[in-house]
């Protein structure tokens, strides 16, 4: 009896272990078709393009290619989970600043909003910021409408983000001083007067 009760205890710690996992938001960005020409014809196979995120600031994309299509989603999304990045956000919600990132022909523009904006993006852009958590945001695609160049440069430029944290540290400030707010600037002018 205290066999199988140590025994079910293991089980049981082995399934929280499984669900302490980080649960991912996946999204399928695209599928497209490939040939491979052999010497009987041709050879059809699928290729996946997959965002992974979990809605906290992490991210990844991947692909992948196989001869049916199940196979290769799972590729991608095994690729997408071992390439997550960090992107530090404001309130949780936006980018601290605004960017722009370039890969091959791709070149986009991503810029902050303010609370209630929603996400204005298109197409790969959209799945990489709802994967992202990323809430309100403005971005733009003025290159290619290729899904991977358009999600290779707008990984470039989250990988460029700096929070004003990382900003004040390299500069040996202090965030406030970073940021410039106001209420610190206001009584200084006040005093020259």
């Given at each position: 009896?205290?066999?199988?009760?140590?025994?079910?205890?293991?089980?049981?710690?082995?399934?929280?272990?499984?669900?302490?996992?980080?649960?991912?938001?996946?999204?399928?960005?695209?599928?497209?078709?490939?040939?491979?020409?052999?010497?009987?014809?041709?050879?059809?196979?699928?290729?996946?393009?997959?965002?992974?995120?979990?809605?906290?600031?992490?991210?990844?994309?991947?692909?992948?290619?196989?001869?049916?299509v199940?196979?290769?989603?799972?590729?991608?999304?095994?690729?997408?989970?071992?390439?997550?990045?960090?992107?530090?956000?404001?309130?949780?919600?936006?980018?601290?600043?605004?960017?722009?990132?370039?890969?091959?022909?791709?070149?986009?523009?991503?810029?902050?909003?303010?609370?209630?904006?929603?996400?204005?993006?298109?197409?790969p852009?959209?799945?990489i910021?709802?994967?992202?958590?990323?809430?309100?945001?403005?971005?733009?695609?003025?290159?290619?409408?290729?899904?991977?160049?358009?999600?290779?440069?707008?990984?470039?430029?989250?990988?460029?983000?700096?929070?004003?944290?990382?900003?004040?540290?390299?500069?040996?400030?202090?965030?406030?001083?970073?940021?410039?707010r106001?209420?610190?600037?206001?009584?200084?002018?006040?005093?020259?007067?």
């Amino acid at each position: 009896m205290a066999q199988e009760r140590r025994r079910d205890n293991r089980r049981n710690n082995r399934r929280d272990h499984d669900r302490e996992e980080p649960e991912f938001v996946e999204k399928l960005v695209g599928i497209n078709r490939v040939a491979k020409v052999v010497k009987g014809g041709r050879r059809f196979g699928f290729a996946a393009l997959v965002i992974v995120g979990d809605q906290k600031g992490r991210v990844g994309h991947g692909s992948g290619k196989a001869r049916e299509v199940p196979e290769a989603i799972r590729k991608a999304t095994e690729a997408a989970k071992r390439n997550m990045l960090r992107v530090p956000l404001r309130e949780g919600r936006t980018l601290h600043h605004d960017m722009e990132g370039h890969f091959g022909a791709g070149h986009v523009i991503l810029r902050s909003a303010p609370a209630g904006t929603g996400i204005i993006a298109g197409g790969p852009m959209r799945a990489i910021f709802e994967s992202l958590g990323i809430s309100d945001i403005v971005a733009k695609s003025v290159g290619t409408s290729n899904r991977y160049n358009m999600v290779k440069a707008t990984f470039r430029a989250l990988g460029r983000t700096q929070s004003p944290r990382e900003v004040a540290a390299r500069r040996g400030k202090k965030v406030g001083e970073i940021i410039g707010r106001r209420d610190t600037d206001a009584p200084a002018e006040a005093k020259e007067q």
